[in-house]
């Protein structure tokens, strides 16, 4: 069967939007085309990737897996059609997007942003939030992004430049502090893990495991400025970058204390696909993050 690629942009938005009508207006289609190019769908894929439950539609098993593919392959599209021969920041319209934490975007974001809109008012930058499951499937997401912000260990087979250094700390309540904290009480405590998953374990946990001491991870939110707020009036503890626990209110209820071991150093770094190596959009990206993180002051 013969499809227009055109189609992907109609499977696209039905699987975002999960209705027709809510498809063809953002498409800006009628909605019998819509309907037609979905039947035409339904044909190739022998499926009928929507279905109707009462009185709206979900996703079948095909469709629920579809739909990163379909992401992915209109970023690519998107990529292709805007790299050119050169790059001039200051008339270019143009969007970058990077994947990380909620304190790397109040952070490092807050630096690069600036540097950019002084030197390319016309770019944009897309922040995408970092999940495991990205973490797990980095190699392969990076096709689709501009970069992920991770610290140095925890990617290996793609190109990196180091931006700042950090450390990790334990965050506290404020009324259950107890300074020093000694290693059998860290792992003793219940945990808020910002980050838990076989692919993404923070230093502090593989230096407690190593000696035989298994934390209780008892909650996992995958932010880091989250933390006070499940850490504040329990006996838990947290333990994230220092810069990022700076970034609390300061009437969040907790206390910073130090690890009582060394967890090695912590350096946030820029990773990117070896596609990206030679684009020069992206070559004046990577001058403009290595220059916003020259920015971020020494601890």
């Known amino acids: 069967m013969s499809l227009d690629l055109n189609l992907l942009l109609s499977?696209?938005?039905?699987?975002?939007?999960?209705?027709?009508?809510?498809?063809?207006?953002?498409?800006?289609?009628?909605?019998?085309?819509?309907?037609?190019?979905?039947?035409?769908?339904?044909?190739?894929?022998?499926?009928?990737?929507?279905?109707?439950?009462?009185?709206?539609?979900?996703?079948?098993?095909?469709?629920?897996?579809?739909?990163?593919?379909?992401?992915?392959?209109?970023?690519?599209?998107?990529?292709?059609?805007?790299?050119?021969?050169?790059?001039?920041?200051?008339?270019?319209?143009?969007?970058?997007?990077?994947?990380?934490?909620?304190?790397?975007?109040?952070?490092?974001?807050?630096?690069?942003?600036?540097?950019?809109?002084?030197?390319?008012?016309?770019?944009?930058?897309?922040?995408?939030?970092?999940?495991?499951?990205?973490?797990?499937?980095?190699?392969?997401?990076?096709?689709?992004?501009?970069?992920?912000?991770?610290?140095?260990?925890?990617?290996?087979?793609?190109?990196?430049?180091?931006?700042?250094?950090?450390?990790?700390?334990?965050?506290?309540?404020?009324?259950?502090?107890a300074s020093p904290l000694t290693p059998a009480e860290l792992a003793a405590r219940p945990w808020v893990m910002p980050y838990n998953s076989p692919w993404f374990t923070l230093p502090p946990l593989h230096w407690l495991r190593a000696r035989g001491m298994e934390p209780r991870v008892e909650l996992t939110s995958e932010t880091f400025l989250s933390v006070p707020h499940l850490v504040a009036g329990t006996d838990r503890v947290g333990v994230v970058p220092e810069r990022a626990a700076r970034l609390f209110p300061a009437d969040a209820g907790t206390v910073l204390v130090d690890l009582p071991f060394g967890a090695g150093p912590l350096v946030e770094s820029l990773w990117w696909h070896p596609m990206h190596e030679r684009e020069p959009a992206h070559m004046w990206l990577r001058e403009m993050v290595s220059e916003a993180g020259q920015l971020i002051p020494a601890l």
């Open 11 to 177: 499977l696209n938005a039905l699987l975002q939007e999960r209705s027709v009508t809510r498809a063809a207006l953002r498409l800006g289609l009628s909605q019998p085309t819509l309907s037609g190019n979905l039947a035409r769908l339904r044909r190739h894929y022998n499926d009928d990737l929507l279905t109707r439950v009462g009185n709206s539609y979900e996703l079948t098993p095909l469709a629920e897996r579809l739909t990163e593919h379909t992401t992915q392959a209109l970023a690519l599209a998107d990529r292709i059609f805007q790299t050119g021969p050169e790059f001039d920041p200051a008339r270019a319209e143009y969007q970058f997007t990077l994947v990380g934490t909620d304190a790397h975007l109040a952070l490092f974001g807050r630096a690069l942003t600036a540097l950019m809109r002084e030197a390319a008012p016309g770019v944009r930058v897309h922040f995408q939030h970092l999940t495991s499951q990205i973490v797990r499937r980095a190699p392969e997401h990076l096709r689709t992004v501009d970069g992920i912000l991770l610290p140095q260990g925890v990617l290996a087979t793609v190109p990196a430049i180091d931006l700042y250094e950090d450390r990790w700390v334990c965050v506290v309540a404020a009324d259950s502090a």
